[in-house]
């Protein structure tokens, strides 16, 4: 449940939302409740649907600090160009975002962009997504699997494999996620947890090993988000006893939660989800960006079930400008989570800068960086 | 002592204003074509690099194929994307359309926006609200606002792009708000453009950013060796040499034009100081008596040259600039050359270059007066008190001593000729022009002391002829002088008719040779659409004969502009039937594909016949023979032939953008009116041959016009300076001519004698200038031209022409020293002779 999301709606070029009557309506497929995801084919893309993403947090520990990661692959086929058929048609697009945090410093990031065929591919039998020298892939080893991720920009680079300890585990109904109460609303939901971090990173010119945990997830989708939606808080945590938490809330405009959700795969195994009424999301402590003036609820205290969690920012600046796909400021970072569970993991929360621009009136195309 | 100088300087400017003014012109002259010749192309490269830009952005290597009608695979590109020194590829497809009933081709350029944003942010597209379609994704085209206010269509407005036979229907989307005030621009999808025109699985370029901490160069290398053959890595600082190197030859003549009026310039100033030392002899030498040292005199005579030079560099400072103005306004930023095409740029001087030319211009006065203040030195005071200027440096050398100059500096010049150019410049052959003016003003005073001296012993003449003859005879020093200005300015004058008109007639000859065909046609930039290539195939077409080329270019090096392809109906065997060889053509192998090569093609890449050379084409390194080298004044970059057959067989496709056309005998009419449908359907060009020849001809004339103009110039001064030699000369010799008039010689004799001086002098001048100036034009055609430009041309003297030159300008010379005889007649006999006792 990633702000990404909203960026692979059609929403993707503002131009294109304006004037979206205009084209002819794609036929996206549904996501249906039942359908028996298979891997490593689910890995893959799945470029009939209209959004996509693959996405992997994690913390490192370096000898001197904690440093939060994050990679994404996002997917969009927002309509366009789908009767051309020249090889290079806009109708698959990936959008690329790294980031890093580093306690005592701001959060350092960078994006890329491109279509399929043109700078950007993706695999549909397996997990093998890149842009340029960007890449994200799974690959057998022996009788194990990994994860490797790729990526170099100005500021950081990173080579980084992640090993599984654990099995994949299916969100919602084998994989089935409902996003809201109407029908349809919904994505197919794969995670990772508790996998196993090591590699190189290389920041400020210089290059050092790490090792640490990480938490990927892979979700797809066509219709994500519900009437009155103006962001969410979302959480995934590697809990220290070898469990996994996740949690999501739908907001409205007045903060009221529209839609709720949490998983609990404990140290033994067991998968507990907690339907929306027996999820709740208090905020404890905000933090004002001086740059958005946005308050972000940076401490939250989560409660599903008996269970009760509060979050502890690595850092209170976790604040992230993304100018891709369109401009839009979101808090997004490592957390550290006390209460009857502990661990680390990243929080999100989209929507307290502004509403989430859903169309625009410029059709200059950010930058890339 | 600085008001000596001053108080001198003024003097001797009342004393000769006409002279000193004369001067000054030449010097400002000098200046401005040479100021203004540097401002124009100043600006225009500066243009060219600005529509460049915004073009093409700033990448830090573009990745392109070699043949125009090459391009880059998608696969080639992925596989540049993935290395990690590379930041962004940003692909382009680009092509030209025609819009419409649009006659002229626009560019269009497909891009990517998701990464044109990094590279050419001169080019991304503002969509027009409401837009007519969703995003630029969507398939709308963006227009430069130029091209929108002369097509006169609004935005959301419907079009119709055609290239050759391919079409698009779309519409404009919105415009290019970043795009130049001149560029005439389209831009839309990179996949639409794909999609409409090509390149199947390929785009016609990849503009990179490299990551900041990349190193370029050892980037450069390593993707150099796992480039594909066909393609080309093209760096910033290529571009900036290309350009530097379109119009470099062309703006160094013009330059060297300029010396020339710099040159006259200093040698008027030369005549001037030195008439000037001789007049003011008596001043210097009671000064001298009074206390002012030999250096004093000295720098006095350089002084005063600064005097002319510097307010006359001054106002050529202003005057190129004003130069440069009107003829960028005129003619644009290539003088007429062609190089740059519309553009009309922005003159923008800088300090630099101004203080240069400032110096310059001092230069040429200062090097004008060293002679004249080297001899002010040297006056012996008392003989000068008593009678005057001695010309003491010239006496006791002998006849045979004089020649060693001469005969020295010819050899030298001779020797400078065999020297290949340097930094592509013929800089030796301009070094050996130098040497054959100063071999000519040498030249002079031998000249006339040998001739005049032996007809004046042998001949009775009257005695008004016999004294005009005996002083041009013994007073050789001062006919050099009067003469030197006119053999230099004669000089450059006949030998730039020379040169032109060698090439003149050699371009017409040429063209004779080329254009066979009493019709041409052609698709500007596209190929030919198939509907009238098919019905050309048809039996029932007015025509006995057609013959089809397809022009392309091929980038053998990046920093250099491309050389042309033409691909041709030509027999392997029998090449000679429609190419002007200049040499032997050689059989090629039976097995090898034969290319035949321009001679530019032949000097720029040192490519001979009989070799077998790698040819960038279709996508690869393809080997051939080369089977001779062709004239070709139309490409002066280059431009390599090879025969259809011997392309199909190495896998070309042969798609013709110009035809020759042979009608049927007496349907020549009906001819025409066949090709008017396709013509009109797809703005092709239709011209006969007598037209295309009478265009050339006329662009020839008109990138000569210049050269014209300075020719006028150089021979208003020569002329000039001659009568105002002569004038001083009589001021100087009053005494001597006072004494004639007390002996009873009457004005009219005087005068006379005077304008006979004037005439034999200029008769001297003339013959030696038309010499030096035959050698000069045999320099140009042979030397200079070949290297600067690489066309190579017999030489073909305009006899006539010439000889009017030397007539009217003698005339003009004459009527000139009527203004210095009417001096002579006006001195007061009696006052002069007094005051001389």
């Known amino acids: 449940m990633r702000r990404r999301s909203f960026l692979a709606t059609p929403l993707l070029l503002p131009a294109l939302a304006s004037s979206a009557s205009a084209r002819q309506a794609v036929a996206y497929p549904p996501v249906t409740r039942g359908h028996h995801l298979v891997f490593p084919r689910d890995h893959g893309a799945h470029p009939e649907f209209r959004t996509e993403w693959w996405y992997v947090t994690g913390a490192l520990d370096t000898p001197q600090q904690d440093i939060g990661f994050q990679l994404t692959f996002f997917r969009s086929r927002p309509g366009t160009a789908e009767n051309l058929h020249s090889p290079i048609a806009a109708r698959q697009i990936v959008f690329a975002h790294a980031a890093l945090s580093l306690p005592g410093d701001r959060l350092r990031h960078s994006e890329r962009a491109a279509r399929a065929n043109l700078g950007a591919r993706f695999s549909s039998l397996d997990c093998d997504v890149g842009i340029g020298a960007w890449r994200m892939f799974r690959q057998a080893r022996g009788a194990d699997e990994e994860l490797r991720l790729q990526m170099q920009s100005p500021q950081f680079s990173w080579e980084l494999t992640l090993s599984p300890t654990q099995a994949l585990l299916l969100q919602g109904d084998q994989g089935y996620s409902p996003k809201g109460h109407a029908p349809g609303l919904a994505s197919y939901y794969v995670s990772w947890p508790q996998l196993q971090v090591a590699g190189t990173l290389v920041y400020a010119g210089r290059q050092q090993m790490v090792s640490g945990r990480a938490w990927f997830d892979h979700e797809w989708s066509t219709a994500l988000l519900g009437e009155g939606a103006v962001g969410w808080d979302w959480l995934g945590i590697n809990l220290a006893d070898g469990g996994a938490l996740m949690a999501f809330r739908m907001r409205d405009a007045v903060g009221a939660t529209l839609y709720a959700h949490a998983a609990w795969r404990d140290a033994g195994g067991r998968l507990r989800q907690f339907a929306p009424d027996s999820v709740r999301f208090t905020p404890l402590r905000g933090w004002s960006s001086p740059r958005s003036g946005a308050t972000y609820p940076v401490q939250i205290e989560i409660s599903f079930g008996e269970q009760s969690v509060r979050t502890l920012p690595l850092l209170d600046d976790q604040e992230l400008a993304a100018s891709r796909p369109t401009p839009v400021v979101y808090w997004e970072g490592l957390v550290r989570i006390e209460g009857s569970l502990s661990g680390r993991g990243y929080l999100e929360m989209t929507g307290y800068a502004e509403r989430l621009r859903v169309a625009g009136h410029s059709a200059r195309l950010p930058a890339a960086g | ?837």
């Open chain 2, 1 to 837: 002592m600085n008001t000596l100088a001053w108080w001198l300087i003024r003097a001797q400017f009342r004393s000769c204003r006409v002279a000193t003014l004369l001067s000054m012109l030449a010097i400002a002259l000098g200046v401005a074509l040479g100021y203004a010749i540097h401002l124009i192309n100043d600006a225009a490269l500066t243009d060219f690099s600005r529509a460049m830009k915004t073009v093409q952005g700033e990448p830090d290597a573009v990745i392109a194929a070699r043949d125009s009608a090459g391009s880059v695979a998608l696969s080639s590109l992925e596989e540049i994307a993935r290395d990690p020194a590379v930041l962004v590829v940003a692909a382009v497809i680009e092509t030209r359309v025609r819009i419409g009933h649009w006659p002229a081709p626009v560019r269009l350029i497909g891009l990517d926006v998701f990464t044109a944003g990094v590279v050419m942010p001169g080019l991304l597209p503002r969509q027009a609200e409401p837009a007519p379609t969703g995003s630029i994704l969507e398939g709308g085209v963006y227009a430069s606002p130029a091209l929108l206010a002369r097509l006169g269509l609004p935005v959301n407005a419907a079009l119709t792009l055609t290239r050759g036979d391919q079409q698009w229907s779309t519409s404009i989307a919105g415009d290019l708000p970043a795009a130049g005030p001149d560029e005439l621009l389209l831009v839309a999808d990179i996949a639409w453009v794909q999609e409409h025109f090509g390149p199947a699985d390929a785009v016609s370029e990849a503009r990179l950013r490299l990551a900041p901490d990349a190193d370029p160069a050892s980037w450069r290398a390593r993707l150099a060796q796992r480039l594909p053959a066909g393609l080309l890595l093209r760096v910033a600082d290529d571009d900036s040499a290309r350009a530097a190197n379109l119009s470099r030859a062309y703006r160094v003549n013009l330059n060297v034009l300029a010396l020339v009026a710099l040159l006259t310039g200093a040698f008027l100033v030369f005549a001037t100081q030195l008439t000037a030392v001789a007049q003011r002899s008596t001043q210097f030498a009671l000064l001298g008596v009074l206390g002012l040292t030999p250096a004093r005199r000295l720098l006095q005579v350089l002084l005063e040259a600064l005097a002319i030079g510097l307010p006359g560099a001054l106002l050529g400072l202003g005057l190129g600039y004003g130069l440069a103005f009107a003829f960028t306004r005129l003619l644009g930023g290539d003088l007429g050359g062609g190089y740059f095409p519309g553009s009309a740029p922005i003159i923008v001087p800088q300090a630099t270059s101004a203080l240069g030319f400032l110096f310059l211009g001092c230069i040429a006065s200062l090097a004008g007066a060293l002679y004249p203040a080297w001899l002010n030195r040297r006056q012996a005071l008392v003989q000068a008190l008593n009678s005057g200027f001695a010309q003491m440096p010239r006496a006791g050398r002998n006849a045979r001593r004089q020649l060693l100059l001469p005969i020295g500096l010819a050899l030298t010049a001779g020797a400078l000729l065999q020297l290949p150019p340097l930094f592509e410049l013929p800089l030796a052959g301009y070094a050996a022009i130098a040497l054959v003016l100063v071999i000519g003003i040498s030249a002079a005073p031998l000249l006339t002391q040998q001739l005049f001296g032996w007809v004046a012993t042998r001949s009775l003449l009257p005695a008004p002829q016999q004294i005009a003859l005996q002083n041009v005879a013994q007073a050789p020093l001062m006919a050099q002088v009067a003469a030197s200005g006119l053999i230099v300015s004669f000089a450059l004058t006949a030998s730039m008719v020379i040169m032109v008109s060698s090439f003149r007639v050699a371009v017409d000859r040429w063209l004779d040779h080329v254009l066979p065909a009493p019709l041409y046609l052609r698709s500007k930039a596209t190929p030919l659409p198939q509907d009238l290539l098919a019905a050309l195939a048809r039996t029932d077409t007015p025509f006995a004969h057609v013959e089809r080329t397809a022009h392309a270019l091929l980038t053998l090096d990046p920093q250099r502009p491309g050389v042309g392809l033409l691909v041709r109906e030509l027999e392997r065997s029998n090449p000679g039937e429609r190419l002007p060889f200049s040499g032997p053509v050689i059989a090629p192998p039976p097995e090898m594909a034969v290319v035949w090569i321009s001679e530019a093609m032949h000097e720029i890449y040192r490519l001979s016949p009989g070799q077998t050379i790698h040819l960038p084409l279709l996508g690869r390194e393809v080997e051939v023979f080369v089977g001779g080298v062709w004239r070709d004044y139309a490409r002066q970059f280059g431009a390599v032939a090879i025969s259809r057959d011997d392309y199909r067989r190495l896998g070309g496709d042969f798609r013709p953008t110009d035809l020759a056309l042979w009608p049927l005998p007496g349907q020549e009419a009906a001819a025409a009116e066949w090709l008017r449908p396709y013509t009109a359907r797809h703005g092709l060009e239709l011209a006969e041959s007598a037209e295309i020849r009478q265009l050339s001809l006329s662009i020839f004339d008109k990138s000569f016009a210049v050269t014209h103009a300075l020719e006028a110039a150089a021979m208003l001064i020569g002329v000039f300076g001659l009568a105002v030699t002569l004038a001083a000369s009589v001021w100087l010799r009053a005494r001597e001519l006072a004494t004639l008039g007390a002996l009873g010689f009457d004005r009219r004799m005087l005068s006379r004698s005077v304008m006979l001086e004037g005439a034999l002098i200029a008769a001297v001048g003339l013959l030696i200038g038309s010499i030096c100036g035959t050698a000069i034009g045999a320099v140009l055609t042979h030397v200079v031209n070949p290297q600067a430009f690489h066309w190579h041309m017999p030489l073909d003297i305009p006899w006539l022409a010439l000889l009017a030159g030397v007539a009217s300008t003698l005339a003009t010379a004459i009527f000139a020293s009527h203004y210095a005889a009417r001096q002579a007649t006006r001195l007061p006999v009696a006052q002069v002779l007094a005051s001389t006792q």
